[in-house]
């Protein structure tokens, strides 16, 4: 008959009356949650969702001893191109590297400026990688992260995963990619392993939009969402009571929800700010042209 268990407290077993340990992985390092009290515990295979370090989420510094990106190794995220076209399919390459670490692990996902899941994660080599999905407030987003296998253990100074990812079958915008690595020294404990972070946003090839534009207290803001604003955009200026276009230069708000020119921001070529091109009870047109020269149609815009 088979020998009945249940769990402790302490999260140890209870086997025939004798209390034991659960088997503990070699390594207790890669992405981590914090369980039953103060007890850790890593995972080699398959780590809980949402620990890339993207807005909501957490990171493996939950149960590893140390400061967040720091030290001489890194997290890349390789192979984002310049934008993406809707349902197109794209291979990516996360690599963790330190110059004095032995094992590995990563987790990536993708999300839109609202923080929404952005088109499909999905695994290549899948005895090195697999797919997990977040829960919770997390739920809907997708996640591809390493298996033990994908751990590599006593490979010196880095390692590297190829993941696909496929485009949103809508233009959504823009799209960051989040990802954490995790660099382990393999002595057994939480303490002494790396954990990076980093992100990177990639437009789409649409067109960029206005949407939703107002004036407030100096500025000019546009909904950033589905926008195809890329970064380095600017605002082009024109008619009212302006003899010349004026361009501006725009910035997210720490939201990322808005891009905005700000108030104290000045044109060119006329050095001039949003008051002095938008006076009260004028009508001007606002144009957004991206770094790729794409430019957005024509929207009138005024002031009260």
């Known amino acids: ?116 899941p952005a088109g499909t994660m999905s695994a290549i080599d899948t005895t090195q990688t697999a797919v997990v999905n977040g829960t919770g407030n997390l739920q809907g987003r997708t996640y591809v992260e390493h298996r033990s296998a994908g751990t590599f253990p006593g490979q010196r100074n880095g390692a590297s995963w190829q993941v696909r990812w496929t485009a949103p079958s809508t233009d959504v915008g823009r799209v960051t990619f989040y990802a954490a690595g995790n660099a382990a020294n393999a002595n057994n404990e939480s303490s002494g392993d790396s954990i990076y972070t980093t992100s990177e946003m990639m437009p789409s090839n649409g067109a960029p939009m206005i949407i939703q534009p107002v004036y407030k207290k100096g500025k000019i803001i546009l909904q950033a969402n589905g926008s195809d604003i890329s970064d380095g955009a600017v605002l082009v200026v024109s008619g009212g009571s302006l003899s010349e276009p004026q361009t501006f230069a725009m910035a997210m708000n720490s939201a990322g929800t808005k891009w905005q020119v700000k108030k104290k921001t000045k044109s060119t070529p006329g050095d001039l700010i949003v008051d002095n091109v938008l006076p009260a009870g004028g009508t001007v047109t606002l144009v957004v042209r991206n770094p790729s020269g794409m430019e957005s149609p024509p929207v009138n815009l005024s002031r009260p």
Request: hydrophobic content about 35%.
């Open 1 to 116: 008959m088979a020998a009945l268990k249940r769990r402790t407290p302490s999260s140890g077993y209870i086997i025939m009356g004798i209390q034991a340990r659960p088997v503990i992985s070699t390594l207790k390092i890669f992405i981590c949650i914090a369980v039953i009290g103060s007890v850790t515990y890593g995972f080699s295979d398959r780590p809980p969702a949402g620990r890339t370090g993207a807005p909501n989420e957490s990171n493996c510094t939950v149960c590893h001893i140390g400061t967040l990106n720091a030290g001489p190794g890194k997290v890349e995220i390789e192979g984002i191109p310049s934008a993406y076209t809707a349902g197109q399919e794209f291979t990516l390459t996360v690599r963790v590297s330190h110059p004095d670490r032995s094992r590995w692990g990563f987790q990536i996902t993708a999300l839109d400026s609202q923080n929404r």
